[in-house]
């Protein structure tokens, strides 16, 4: 098992290293020269050269990149050039936000979709499984941004019981904290409830065909028995690494849903450095987020032998 981790940690390392050359590159893209944006279109040619000595734009490209990386694995992610905050700490502060949304969605999408999934597929071609595989198609089908604006327009505007825009952190006022998540969770429920309860009734399906659930009801088990005692653990390996993909997915890209109900998360804080060509913040913010993802599929490959006793670390 030793052996099974170091593996994958190591192979997780060169992803992140063309990860942030990709970024470093990326920005150097990006119209537009950080030092005249800190001073202003006003600043004298001679503040602008001073500017770019110190934050180290006049060396070459590679230097400039491992100056940066060497910060960034000390844990200095720079200064924002519109705020002046540190960047580390606002990505911090803004993914907390980000992360109990996200986290809250999966849970609730996965308690709904997997038992959903694997109950239809328990009773294939079934009115059951048919309303299931049409539900879950017709949700796959449904942007997320018009289901959050429909969802606004009906509970917010229409019936007033939901605050529509805004965040209140639960560290202020927890009921009210909870009201503000509510449309923006139930969007990401509904959006990724579908690929789940496809996913979990795909993989039961395949394990309702082996030889040991034959054997398990040749013995005179029950089909719950069956099913929750013999197919679940095999059934719930294949959905448990969507799920791991669909969590990282969703802190990566809930940019949509942060712009739609105006939450102050890390998707938010990404859309507005890139308007502001706050570069400090751009970059950290996506070599954060592929930090995230990676680390999170890396969670769900380490997972994954113990869910699946064929799968051997």
Do not use: C
Not at 60 to 68: A, D, E, K, S
């Amino acid at each position: 098992m030793v052996r099974f981790v170091l593996t994958r940690i190591a192979s997780a390392i060169p992803t992140l290293i063309l990860v942030s050359v990709a970024v470093f590159v990326m920005m150097r893209f990006i119209p537009g020269d950080p030092a005249t944006l800190m001073l202003g279109d006003l600043a004298q040619p001679g503040q602008v050269e001073a500017m770019r000595h110190q934050m180290g734009l006049d060396q070459p490209v590679v230097v400039q990149y491992l100056i940066w990386i060497g910060n960034v694995l000390s844990g200095d992610f720079g200064r924002s050039i519109g705020s002046g905050q540190e960047v580390l700490p606002l990505i911090l502060d803004r993914f907390a936000v980000s992360s109990i949304i996200v986290f809250l969605a999966v849970l609730v999408a996965s308690a709904i979709a997997v038992p959903a999934g694997m109950l239809a597929a328990w009773k294939q071609d079934s009115l059951r499984d048919i309303a299931v595989v049409a539900t879950s198609t017709i949700l796959l089908s449904i942007p997320s941004f018009w289901l959050g604006l429909m969802l606004m327009l009906i509970f917010g505007l229409y019936l007033g019981w939901l605050p529509i825009v805004g965040y209140v952190p639960f560290s202020r006022d927890f009921a009210q904290a909870a009201l503000y998540v509510i449309l923006p969770v139930v969007t990401l429920v509904l959006v990724e409830s579908g690929p789940i309860a496809r996913m979990a009734r795909a993989s039961t399906i395949e394990v309702a065909r082996l030889e040991y659930i034959t054997h398990a009801r040749a013995k005179g088990l029950s089909e719950s028995a069956v099913m929750w005692r013999h197919a679940f653990k095999n059934a719930f390996a294949p959905t448990w690494t969507l799920i791991g993909l669909v969590l990282g997915s969703l802190l990566s890209s809930i940019v949509v849903i942060e712009t739609v109900f105006t939450i102050p998360g890390l998707g938010r804080l990404l859309v507005d450095a890139i308007y502001a060509r706050d570069y400090p913040v751009v970059q950290g913010t996506m070599l954060f987020v592929a930090f995230i993802y990676v680390a999170v599929n890396l969670l769900v490959d380490l997972v994954y032998p113990l869910l699946d006793p064929r799968v051997t670390a």
